[in-house]
């Protein structure tokens, strides 16, 4: 199991890249403590929307990736198998293919600290073997 290392979702990075964000500084000390930041492609994709709005965060989001300051990893089709999988055996919580897709990513890279706002979803979900999901911020106002 990779220790250091931790899966952002969409919601900590908004958070991340927000000043404004009532969690900002939370998730800002707790991503950038982990030695590796991964960010799933599906995450890229839903968070370069919610910042439509906010090109510049989303210019200096492009430039950490490009200097290794995060881990883009691609989405690819066996991923997207297992995380359709994932969603379906958790269908009572409506995670969605990006929320699921994280889960995978957990199980295949044997990752399980995950920044993210959304509490009730994350807590509750578990891996093929088990194990529950570490969460690394308590947001004030978690999502759901």
Same mark, same amino acid.
């Given at each position: ?17 927000? +000043?404004?964000?009532?969690?900002? +500084? ?10 590796? $930041? ?43 198998? +297992?995380a359709m999988e994932i969603d ?9 293919? #990006? ?13 399980v600290r995950v920044a993210t $706002? ?12 088990? $194990?529950?999901?570490?969460?690394? #911020? +308590?947001?004030? $106002?978690?999502?759901?």
């Open positions: 199991m990779n220790d250091d290392a931790l899966i952002c979702d969409t919601g900590a990075l908004l958070d991340y890249l927000t +000043r404004a964000a009532p969690d900002h +500084r939370t998730f800002r000390k707790a991503i950038d403590a982990a030695r590796t $930041r991964y960010v799933p492609g599906l995450v890229l994709s839903e968070l370069d929307y919610f910042l439509r709005d906010s090109r510049a965060a989303m210019r200096a989001f492009a430039r950490d990736l490009a200097t290794g300051a995060f881990t883009l990893v691609p989405v690819v089709m066996s991923s997207v198998t +297992r379906r055996r958790f269908a009572d919580l409506d995670l969605g293919l #990006v929320d699921a897709s994280i889960v995978a990513l957990a199980e295949e890279l044997d990752v $706002r959304d509490v009730a979803d994350f807590s509750a979900v578990r891996l093929w073997d088990g $194990r529950a999901l570490e969460l690394v #911020v +308590r947001p004030r $106002r978690p999502e759901r």
